[in-house]
């Protein structure tokens, strides 16, 4: 669905425009982790620990490669919490008291605050982990692959998350609706497209993450594809969105600072590579209309 992929790069992205970000990896299957370049590690600072323990969001918060970006990694432990969440008290409230907490208490540079955003990546299934992240959010980001099932699973999605916002967090917004794999050759991405802005209006970002290869390549090297292949389609749209997301929260882009590769060793790499971009999906146009 584009949830890992919009949570690594939509975090770089505005920790490319100089915002200070923390990324908390919530699903045990640590692809926002290993896609940022750090390890899934049972090292005891983790997400499972924050759910699980004692153990508060400045004592697992750890650097990344990327400036102004920091995360808390998660690992295999994390499918547990799901479980041993049940039998603790508060279990749906226990990320946002730990936020609350880190808020009050770690959150401050020279009396500043010094994390602008801090954005959770959510696990696949709407069980505890993702109910504790919604009740811990002041918004949600809802990318909408664009393919036949999307709007079927939206429902259920926006059922949930009325039943969140009716019992543990009435706060809680929609901060947009975020079109992703799009290709406008097909007819099916143009009508969920149409569909979406028709139900959603305004809440649809006007940035659409179109379908491109480098953003399937670039977790394999740890990197967010704003980073791996920064002209790539798949980075231009989500710098793009990065900027779109500041501005709508009412913040002035100032300076953009240029996304460097830091592993200097993948450049040839990724030259040969750019070469690859359009050949991006070879979809025939039999793939156009919707099965039934
Ligand atoms: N716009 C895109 N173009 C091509 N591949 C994509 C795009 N968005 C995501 N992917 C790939 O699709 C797979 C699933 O994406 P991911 O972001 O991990 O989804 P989720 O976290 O919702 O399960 C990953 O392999 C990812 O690299
Ligand atoms: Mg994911």
Redesign the pocket.
């Known amino acids: ?6 949570a690594i790069n939509l975090s770089t992205s505005i920790a490319a425009f100089g915002k200070k970000v923390l990324l908390i990896d919530a699903d045990p299957q640590a ?1 926002a982790t290993s896609g940022i370049g750090l390890e899934a590690q049972t090292d005891g600072r983790s997400t499972y620990e924050l759910f699980i323990s004692g153990k508060s969001i400045s004592e697992c918060i750890k650097e990344t490669q990327v400036e102004n970006l920091f995360a808390v990694t998660s690992n295999i432990h994390l499918v547990a919490a799901e479980i041993e969440l049940i039998n603790l008290p508060s279990r749906e409230s226990i990320l946002k008291n730990k936020i609350s907490e880190f808020l009050k208490s770690g959150n401050n540079e020279d009396g500043n605050t010094f994390f602008d955003f801090i954005i959770i990546d959510c696990p ?1 299934s709407l069980g505890l982990i993702t109910v504790n992240a919604l009740t811990a959010a002041d918004s949600l980001l809802i ?1 909408v692959q664009c393919e036949y099932y999307a709007l079927e699973g939206l429902s259920q999605l926006l059922n949930t998350i009325k039943n969140v916002k009716n019992v543990f967090n009435p706060g809680l917004n929609i901060e947009g609706y975020l079109l ?2 799009f290709d406008s050759r097909l007819k099916l991405s143009n009508q969920i497209e149409s569909e979406l802005r028709k139900f959603f209006g305004e809440k649809v970002f006007q940035t659409k ?5 480098k ?2 390549e670039a ?1 394999s090297y740890g990197k967010p594809v704003v980073i791996y292949d920064p002209s790539s389609t ?1 980075a231009l749209n989500y710098m793009d969105l990065g900027r779109e997301f500041l501005t709508r929260n009412g913040i002035e882009i100032k300076i953009e600072n240029e996304i460097t590769d830091i592993d200097k060793d993948n450049d040839n790499n990724v030259k040969e590579n750019i070469e690859e971009e359009n050949q991006d999906i070879n979809l025939n146009s039999s793939n156009n209309s919707v099965n039934g």
């Open positions: 669905m584009g949830k890992t992929t919009t692809n696949p990318p992703t794999m993450i179109f379908r491109n290869v953003i399937g977790p798949g």
